[in-house]
């Protein structure tokens, strides 16, 4: 820091200053003064004692990267569910926070309207397909006495087109039957899925109609559940390497089934991914907020080192690397990703390189040190461990 001082006053004086010789022996006086000045600092620090520090190695080792994310737990599928039939709530059939599965009854709307509807439906069928037997009858003797000339073209296209008239009442009365026997199965409310039904929306005794806005109770799948996360879009092109390779990348604690949406949010600059899991004990809920951490690929021989040993400055960070004469230099590291307490080393560093992990506060490039055991060093040299979710 001195020497560049010194460079910095010897470059503003050559500014004020005449060209020429002048410039030239200030420049040179600048420089022996600060290489003098070099000098003495580097001499003063190889005379203190030696410092006690706790050291650690630059080791290969398989690092997974993960990608963490804030995620809300989804249920996998919900269900608003609602009578599809006018009529009175008769009853209900689930406890709140119960367990049901596909087609169990929920509730049930007052059959009897319905089954009238239905009966009279039936009656009408029974009537018109009277009608249609003896019009298919009349029918059959109107073309014999055609035959015989005794009956008119005319009489026999009027009697056939009534045949064709009561066949359709017929089929109509059908339809409206069925009809009719869907409108009473209604009445019947069942789930429509495996799940949990929720709070009821609604008691027992109230006029619903399939029109209405408000539902009975909401049923929500838990087993498989969700969870839905954001990740910053420049993540995308790595997830899109992942799943372009024929995996899907796996989350901790929710399975190996990735979905990624299909757009980034533009007020946000993230897009959003879903990850399944079985969720068997049930210990995810909807609506509750968990950590996602995306398992994103498996760096083979990384260059790793111990935590404590990264520092941070100014200028990034860096690490106090020990030298074969047990002095310390600072060193810039670029740094992958720190995980439970191991730092992932992509540039500065090289493999065995000896670093220090403990004891760095009464460093400075140059010191000499002597390497003590973990429990040997004082607990001031100690460094505060951060803690990594």
């Given at each position: 820091m001195?020497?560049?001082?010194?460079?910095?006053?010897?470059a503003l004086l050559?500014?004020?200053?005449?060209?020429?010789?002048?410039?030239?022996?200030?420049s040179n006086a600048s420089l022996s003064t600060a290489m003098g000045a070099r000098h003495d600092t580097e001499q003063a620090v190889s005379n203190d004692p030696p410092i006690p520090i706790v050291a650690g190695t630059a080791d290969p080792q398989d690092v997974p990267i993960y990608i963490f994310a804030l995620g809300t737990?989804?249920?996998?599928?919900t269900v608003t569910?609602?009578?599809r039939v006018d009529g009175q709530l008769q009853?209900?059939?689930f406890q709140e926070g119960q367990d049901v599965r596909a087609g169990d009854i929920l509730a049930k709307v007052d059959p009897r309207p319905f089954e009238a509807a239905l009966r009279q439906m039936e009656a009408n069928l029974r009537r018109d397909q009277a009608q249609l037997r003896s019009a298919k009858v009349e029918l059959e003797r109107t073309r014999n006495l055609l035959a015989r000339g005794l009956a008119s073209r005319q009489s026999l296209d009027m009697q056939g087109a009534q045949v064709e008239q009561l066949e359709a009442t017929v089929d109509a009365d059908q339809a409206q039957i069925e009809n009719a026997k869907i409108d009473l199965e209604y009445t019947v409310i069942r789930s429509p899925i495996d799940g949990r039904a929720g709070l009821r929306l609604v008691d027992e005794g109230n006029m619903i109609h399939a029109s209405d806005t408000a539902a009975i109770v909401v049923v929500r799948q838990l087993q498989p559940a969700a969870v839905v996360f954001a990740l910053p879009e420049e993540d995308l092109p790595k997830i899109n390497s992942r799943l372009s390779a024929g995996s899907a990348p796996t989350v901790t604690a929710f399975g190996r089934d990735g979905t990624v949406d299909n757009v980034i949010d533009r007020n946000t600059g993230t897009f959003k991914l879903k990850a399944r899991f079985g969720n068997e004990k049930k210990t995810l809920w909807p609506g509750q907020f968990v950590n996602a951490r995306l398992h994103l690929a498996t760096r083979r021989g990384g260059i790793v080192v111990s935590e404590a040993a990264v520092q941070h400055g100014p200028e990034g960070t860096y690490a106090f690397v020990i030298g074969p004469d047990n002095t310390v230099s600072m060193r810039a590291i670029r740094v992958a990703q720190i995980q439970s307490g191991i730092a992932v080393i992509d540039d500065g560093l090289s493999l065995g390189?000896?670093?220090v992990v403990e004891g760095q506060h009464r460093l400075q490039p140059g010191s000499r040190v002597f390497e003590v055991k973990p429990h040997e060093a004082?607990?001031?040299?100690?460094p505060e461990q951060s803690a990594k979710s």
């Open positions: 001195l020497l560049r001082a010194v460079f910095g006053a010897v050559s500014v004020a200053s005449v060209p020429g010789a002048l410039v030239w022996e200030l737990v989804q249920a996998l599928s569910v609602r009578s009853s209900l059939r390189e000896r670093v004082p607990s001031s040299n100690r």
